[in-house]
């Protein structure tokens, strides 16, 4: 079995100019696509790793409920009249929840931990990368044993650059795809605050591009790849991170 994401097929459909669409149609592109292509066989993941997701699901969950519940606080103390009951009930409610997303991201943590001890600690010796951050790197990652190359792991997070030229005519913004983990690309920003200060190699590359003129957000990009190129080095040679390292790559 092979699993694909729907709009590799989507766009082998279009591309062959096909018409209409029923379940019988899709079944037989689907066919043809298997004909032509290589595919890849499917292999499940680790049992720890389909717990670790399912606890990062709830968090998710959690973390939508607490946001609804502190907008509809915020909206009760806005009125000109406010019941001490319901206030102190939501407030009870925001409390509970706030426990409850504490707990859950600490019991993925520890699962974490305990599967991927070793790339924890290395992930978490690069500057700017902290516990949860290494954490939901390796669940989103697998582990990083299915990535042969730094360039998947950013394509997966959405952070590939994406260009809109044609000619002189069209002059688009490159902008990234934003196809992948949104959550990882979130934590990733967050993380580049604190990289382009603490991160000698992400300091360098934020400074270089804003003297170049590139507006700090797409500095704060840059240094959110440079992150992840960093961690997939240091999984793959096993080596934690070095302020004064100096690649012998060119």
Not at 117 to 124: H, K, P, Q, V
Not at 176 to 192: A, D, E, V, W
Not at 196 to 209: E, G, I, Y
Not at 233 to 239: E, H, L, P, R
Request: hydrophobic share 45%; glycine share 6%.
């Amino acid at each position: 079995m092979s699993v694909l994401n729907p709009l590799v097929i989507k766009r082998f459909i279009q591309m062959h100019l096909s018409k209409g669409k029923s379940d019988r149609k899709d079944a037989q592109w689907l066919l043809r696509y298997g004909q032509q292509q290589v595919l890849k066989i499917w292999q499940p993941a680790e049992t720890v790793l389909v717990e670790c997701r399912q606890l990062e699901q709830v968090n998710e969950q959690l973390i939508k409920q607490k946001t609804m519940l502190s907008n509809s606080l915020e909206a009760l103390q806005q009125q000109p009249i406010v019941s001490k009951l319901a206030l102190k009930r939501l407030q009870q409610l925001r409390k509970t929840l706030t426990q409850q997303v504490a707990a859950v991201e600490a019991e993925l943590l520890i699962l974490l931990e305990q599967r991927f001890a070793a790339e924890m600690t290395l992930l978490c010796s690069i500057r700017g990368i902290g516990r949860k951050t290494a954490g939901m790197l390796l669940l989103f990652a697998d582990g990083f044993t299915r990535l042969d190359n730094y360039r998947q792991l950013i394509a997966m997070a959405g952070l590939s650059p994406r260009e809109h030229t044609s000619g002189t005519s069209i002059r688009g913004r490159v902008r990234i795809t934003k196809m992948g983990g949104g959550l990882i690309r979130g934590k990733l920003f967050m993380c580049s605050f604190s990289a382009k200060r603490s991160n000698a190699a992400c300091s360098a590359l934020f400074d270089h591009l804003v003297a170049k003129g590139k507006n700090k957000k797409l500095a704060l990009i840059a240094v959110c790849n440079k992150l992840l190129k960093q961690a997939f080095a240091i999984i793959k040679s096993g080596v934690p991170y070095q302020a004064d390292f100096i690649s012998s790559l060119t």
